[in-house]
């Protein structure tokens, strides 16, 4: 991979803050976006802006065209069968959500249950509480272990005969473990229970192959595949989401309307109630062909590289502690240096121009579990460089210092 041109494609990352040059590692949060994703969305609005599947005018087909085929550059990018098998929405909270709510009204009675993990990022969390709140399911939580890994065994045993869903992340966003989803979906599949993967974390670091997986559900957010905020995706199979009732009412998502009664589109826009978000839905198209023309395989080992150099690094460093040791790994680092608060560690490091995350990640529970309030977090893109890395470590050891 040619990292200088590749950082040339993102004008931001040559920006100065506070008179030092940009270090970006909050990649987990969201992606900086390449021109061509930005030119896209320029180039729809003032081009082809038309409101899609509604007009028989030039501009609404163009428009229409183009977010279709927006759809199928998806499909394909995660091998889904069909790309009726897509439905774009806000990102990926909204895509638990929609899972959430369609699928408990459909097959979910009191009582049953659903199984979720204890790493698990707010989205998947709450989303599943509401439907306990509102239908009386119950959440099961299946426990982790001091690497920051999944006991697979203790899954076996939270399953049973009123476990109607398993959902689980792919890669954490807080320990980087990347969870054996081929042996939960296997797991699962035995019992017939579906599982949702949330890939937010995933898609834009190692290739995704829905079929292979044989996952039920997943789901990502545009933002974090360097495309444009405000459009995520929910794959699902054909099978449930046929028998999934509607999330939102409204334009596009019905067949006929009249006060006697209402029938729905077909998939996928039975789900997709409203004007959808097409400037981005087509730019997300545009960001997806980006990071496939530099290829997932590449980008995967370079990402690789650089999170094993970065945990060698950071291990030099006296009293840090990180958490999530996992042999299997992906892009994000969590960690803390003695007794210094994150915060401190975040705010001291963006005043050297180095942009990291802290707190809780949106994961209360899990920073519960590690008897933590909060880490700084570390997430890399395949734009970053071991220099960055080098002048991260040494301003965590200007902060350390600070502190005695
Ligand atoms: N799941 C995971 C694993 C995430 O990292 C995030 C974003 N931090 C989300 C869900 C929510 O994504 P969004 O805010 O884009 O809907």
Redesign the pocket.
């Known amino acids: 991979m040619d990292i200088e041109k590749i950082r040339a494609d993102f004008p931001i990352l040559s920006t100065t803050v506070y008179g030092k040059p940009l270090i970006y590692l909050d990649n987990?949060?969201t992606t900086q976006k390449p021109k061509c994703v930005v030119e896209e969305i320029e180039k729809i609005y003032y081009t082809t802006n038309a409101n899609v599947h509604r007009g028989v005018h030039y501009l609404s087909q163009q428009a229409t065209d183009l977010a279709e085929e927006s759809r199928v550059v998806v499909q394909q990018f995660i091998n889904a069968e069909h790309s009726k098998e897509i439905i774009f929405t806000k990102?990926?909270?909204?895509s638990i959500n929609l899972v959430a709510h369609s699928f408990c009204q459909q097959f979910c009675v009191e009582g049953d249950e659903i199984i979720i993990s204890a790493m698990e990022?707010h989205?998947?969390i709450v989303s599943w509480q509401l439907q306990e709140a509102i239908r009386g399911i119950k959440l099961r939580v299946i426990p982790i272990n001091e690497k920051g890994e999944l006991k697979l065994d203790e899954l076996q045993k939270l399953i049973s005969s009123k476990t109607r869903l398993i959902s689980v992340?792919h890669i954490?966003?807080v320990l980087g473990t990347v969870n054996p989803i081929e042996k939960i979906i296997e797991i699962a599949h035995a019992h017939s229970i579906p599982v949702l993967i949330?890939a937010?974390?995933s898609v834009q670091h190692m290739t995704i192959d829905v079929q292979k997986l044989d996952c039920d559900f997943l789901v990502f957010?545009g933002?974090?595949v360097y495309g444009p905020n405000g459009v995520?995706v929910l794959y699902g199979k054909e099978k449930w989401l046929n028998q999934m009732p509607p999330y939102q009412g409204g334009g596009e998502m019905i067949s006929t309307v009249s006060f006697k009664g209402t029938t729905f589109n077909e998939l996928p826009f039975k789900f997709e109630a409203g004007t959808p978000n097409y400037p981005d839905v087509i730019a997300l198209g545009t960001a997806i062909k980006y990071i496939k023309n530099i290829g997932l395989d590449s980008i995967k080992a370079y990402e690789d590289q650089l999170l094993e150099y970065c945990t060698d690094e950071l291990l030099r460093i006296k009293d840090i502690r990180i958490f999530g040791t996992s042999d299997k790994k992906s892009s994000v680092i969590s960690f803390l240096v003695g007794n210094i608060h994150h915060y401190d560690m975040g705010m001291l490091l963006d005043k050297m121009g180095i942009a990291v995350r802290t707190g809780h990640?949106?994961a209360q529970p899990l920073m519960e579990e590690l008897g933590i309030e909060g880490t700084v977090r570390i997430s890399l893109a395949f734009y970053n460089t071991k220099e960055e890395i080098d002048q991260l470590v040494a301003g965590i050891k200007r902060v350390a210092s600070m502190f005695g």
């Open positions: 987990g949060a990102g990926t909270t909204e990022h989205a998947n992340m954490s966003n949330d937010a974390q957010s933002h974090k995520g990640h949106c």
